[in-house]
C-alpha cells in the first residue's frame, strides 16, 4: 500500500508564503503524474497545480505566476511553493499522484489527508 503525508499548511497573511510538503511512502516502483487539489466548503475539490513524470507543469489560471509545483522523486515528494497568498486561496489542500507498486501492471490513483491553508487579510 501507498500513503501520502502532507505538511506545512498554516495560517498566513495575505501576500505571504507557504511551502507545501506531500511525501509518499510504501512499495513504490514508479510515479506517473503528481497533482495538488485545493477545496472549499459546498464546492468541488479544485485541480490548480500538475507535474508530470517529465517535470511538464500545468496551473491554473487562478494560481499561475504565484504558485511553483515541484517534485524530488529520489523522495517520492511533491512540493508547493505559494507566494503572494490572497484570501481567497483558503482552503484545504490535497496532493495526488498515480504509483504503481512492484509486480503491479496499472498505476493506482492515491490522495494525502489534506492540510489547511487559511489566508487572512
Known amino acids: 500500500q501507498v500513503q501520502l503525508v502532507e505538511s506545512g499548511g498554516g495560517l498566513v497573511q495575505a501576500g505571504g508564503s507557504l511551502r507545501l510538503s506531500c511525501a509518499a511512502s510504501g512499495s513504490i516502483f514508479d510515479i506517473s503524474n503528481m497533482g495538488w487539489y485545493r477545496q472549499t466548503p459546498g464546492k468541488q475539490r479544485e485541480l490548480f497545480a500538475i507535474?508530470?513524470?517529465?517535470?511538464?507543469?500545468v496551473y491554473a489560471d487562478s494560481v499561475k505566476g504565484r504558485f511553483t509545483i515541484s517534485r524530488d522523486n529520489s523522495k517520492n515528494t511533491v512540493y508547493l511553493q505559494m507566494n503572494s497568498l490572497k484570501p481567497e486561496d483558503t482552503a484545504v489542500y490535497f496532493c495526488n499522484a498515480a504509483f504503481k507498486s512492484a509486480g503491479a501492471s496499472t498505476f493506482l490513483n492515491y490522495w494525502g489527508q489534506g492540510t489547511q491553508v487559511t489566508v487572512s487579510s
Open positions: 507535474i508530470t513524470r517529465g517535470d511538464s507543469t
